[in-house]
């Protein structure tokens, strides 16, 4: 099906109802001729981590939202969820929604990232709480990852959010805590913390690459949107933001 702005492609995108990262950064990240449909996942939980857990289990109906219109794949931006289910009921969330189209979790993104960089020791930048931090760590050390540091940021408190009032310097500053780490590459956790500036600054730390959970998720996307290689050298010209550099810095007015 040819689509009037889509002719490399049209995916789906689910995002936390009020995630204020994801459509920004995909914006900034998504290639010339490529388009994407946004659904909310929705929970009316009142606890983070039970919301989180709410978005796994409402997904069949989340994806319904997308009704019959032609995506070639489908991206969950939301890593919290993953931590918290664990990789047996994301594999099989995965494997059941991607019937229709490859379904793509941020947090497995991120392991095809490490995949592809040959990293199996890692650093983690978090902007969570100290108990989704820990669930984190759990995961990636289930996928077979080794964490040899965790370095945290402090959020705002008072804010509506606090992952989404962080600033790029926040994420930028935590990257030096990360010097003398010796490892293999480094995660800004959490599609809700704003990162891209971050990279663009320093886009590696004592030569271990730095990725972030969009980024990830958007190069696996596009991958299997344009049945692409996701490979080492792809996801090294998304890191150097090749492709994507003039766009940030006509949208910020760099």
């Known amino acids: 099906m040819s689509l009037a702005y889509t002719r490399n492609g049209l995916f789906g995108v689910l995002t936390p109802q009020a995630n204020t990262t994801v459509e920004p950064e995909f914006s900034l990240l998504l290639p010339p001729a490529t388009a994407m449909l946004t659904a909310r996942l929705v929970s009316t939980k009142p606890n983070l981590n039970d919301r989180l857990r709410d978005y796994v289990a409402g997904l069949d109906a989340t994806c319904a939202q997308f009704a019959n219109a032609p995506l070639g794949a489908i991206a969950f931006a939301c890593t919290g969820s993953s931590y918290l289910v664990g990789p047996a009921a994301e594999d099989e969330a995965v494997a059941r929604l991607s019937t229709r189209a490859p379904f ?3 947090g497995r993104a991120v392991c095809d990232a490490f995949a592809a960089l040959s990293a199996k020791r890692i650093g983690l930048v978090s902007p969570y709480p100290p108990d989704l931090t820990e669930a984190s760590e759990s995961y990636w050390t289930a996928r077979g990852f080794e964490v040899a540091r965790v370095v945290a940021i402090a959020t705002p408190g008072a804010a509506f959010h606090p992952i989404y009032a962080l600033a790029e310097a ?52 596009i ?29 910020l007015g760099f």
């Open 104 to 106: 793509i979790t941020a």
């Open 170 to 221: 926040d994420a930028g500053a935590a990257l030096d805590a990360m010097r003398g780490a010796g490892v293999e590459a480094i995660i800004l956790l959490g599609t809700g913390m704003p990162s891209l500036g971050a990279m663009l600054a320093q886009p590696e730390v004592d030569g271990a690459p730095v990725i972030s959970c969009n980024l990830a998720l958007m190069w696996r996307a």
């Open 223 to 251: 991958a299997a949107l344009q049945n692409e290689a996701a490979d080492g050298a792809s996801l090294k010209r998304w890191i150097s933001g090749a492709d994507w550099r003039g766009r940030y810095a006509e949208r």
